[in-house]
């Protein structure tokens, strides 16, 4: 059941974005990227100060999941561009469990970063599939 709330979201992200008008049958990628680009921006929108870091975490274990299904939907097609999402989501994971460990403004400033880079991949890898969505 908590999958048709995400699944919804996506739905509408891909209306939103464009994503959805490919015509009468978009290819399951579409959905899966509209997925993956859903929980970017839930990350995008985690409230770390008033929330803490868990928040974060459970959406990286999302965006991980909606990677892999989208991974299984693209096939080798896209593997490069899903390949710079996942090591950005890795990285962010890595610097979220770093900023655990060592509680500062440093940490939360990698985290961050490696927030910014991942938005930047995903926004890659939607560009890279622009022309089958």
């Known amino acids: 059941m908590k999958r048709m709330p995400a699944r919804i979201a996506a739905m509408t992200v ?13 290819p399951p990628v579409c959905a899966s990227l509209a997925a993956v680009q859903t929980t970017m921006h839930q990350i995008r ?4 100060a008033e929330n803490g870091l868990p ?47 060592t509680p500062g403004v440093a940490g939360l400033a ?3 970063t490696a927030l910014a880079q991942l938005q930047a991949g995903v926004r890659t890898l939607g560009d890279a599939m622009s022309g089958t969505c």
Not at 70 to 82: C, K, R, S, Y
């Open 45 to 48: 929108n985690v409230n770390v």
């Open 110 to 112: 990698s985290v961050r």
């Open 14 to 26: 891909a209306a939103t974005l464009g994503i959805g008008g490919c015509g009468a049958d978009p």
């Open 55 to 101: 928040p974060l975490k459970a959406q990286l274990q999302q965006l991980r999941a909606d990677v892999r299904q989208l991974l299984t939907d693209a096939g080798a097609q896209f593997a490069a561009e899903i390949a710079a999402v996942r090591a950005a989501s890795e990285q962010v994971s890595e610097s979220v469990a770093a900023a655990r460990e």
